[in-house]
């Protein structure tokens, strides 16, 4: 836990947050004053002082948890989860990456909206700064393996531009499975160039990859005209 630095000793020290930040997002009672409860009893186990159940102190050394540790952690984890699989789950021998995208609301802070703006079609101060999501997601084992997370509006902020943040986790052999949202030439040509396959749904920018057993390199069932200048903007 290098990133944390030098901590005081304390009842919530950056460990024992870690661990009750996990508990209670993976637990059936999500709130603060739930995971509080459970520091008490497990230093009461554990012959300590109690501690109050005041839910103020677990909070703020929660808030003191670098955003660098945990993105570090969720990632070490998904590609240990995805290392360690049985090679029965794989498809054909081949991981099978799916990819998708979201978008979250956040607390309305300075901070937050200067990052990531609210939605143009609200007036100033009447919504929530909102941030885009894009995950690539292991379909055998189920691990995020990375994310990128950007802001809805602006240049380059759609999904295809996040996607592109995360090629390098998109492996010769990989197949990709994602929407129409991704069917861009860009993005199947550089798959094809890396050995991987793309399963899209139909559309116009949409080509299903196949694949030559001999080789494992990917070749498009029909041609691959480049769309025009003005489909390209992101």
């Avoid at 209670?24 to 520091?39: F, K, M, N, P």
């Avoid at 084992?141 to 990375?146: F, N, P, R």
């Avoid at 030559?212 to 498009?220: E, W």
Wanted: charged letters at 20%.
């Amino acid at each position: 836990m290098e990133e944390v630095g030098v901590w005081r000793e304390r009842v919530y020290s950056p460990f024992m947050t870690l661990v009750l930040f996990l508990e209670q997002v993976l637990g059936a009672d999500h709130s603060c004053q739930d995971a509080v409860a459970r520091a008490l009893s497990a230093r009461v186990a554990d012959g300590q002082t109690p501690c109050s159940l005041n839910t103020g102190p677990y909070c703020k050394a929660r808030a003191r948890l670098p955003v660098e540790l945990l993105e570090r952690l969720g990632r070490e984890t998904g590609a240990r989860v995805c290392a360690q699989q049985p090679a029965g789950w794989l498809w054909h021998g081949r991981q099978v990456k799916l990819v998708d995208g979201s978008t979250v609301s956040m607390p309305d802070t300075a901070a937050n909206q200067k990052r990531f703006p609210q939605n143009r079609s609200q007036k100033t101060g009447l919504g929530f700064p909102l941030a885009r999501l894009v995950a690539i997601v292991s379909l055998s084992c189920g691990s995020v393996l990375d994310w990128a997370v950007g802001p809805c509006q602006g240049k380059e902020t759609g999904e295809t531009a996040l996607l592109w943040s995360l090629a390098q986790k998109l492996q010769p052999g990989d197949v990709v499975v994602a929407d129409r949202a991704y069917a861009g030439y860009f993005m199947i040509a550089w798959l094809i160039q890396q050995g991987g396959r793309s399963d899209s749904p139909a559309s116009t920018a949409t080509h299903r990859l196949s694949t030559r057993p001999a080789t494992g390199c990917a070749r498009p069932s029909g041609p691959l005209d480049a769309p025009p200048a003005s489909d390209l903007d992101e």
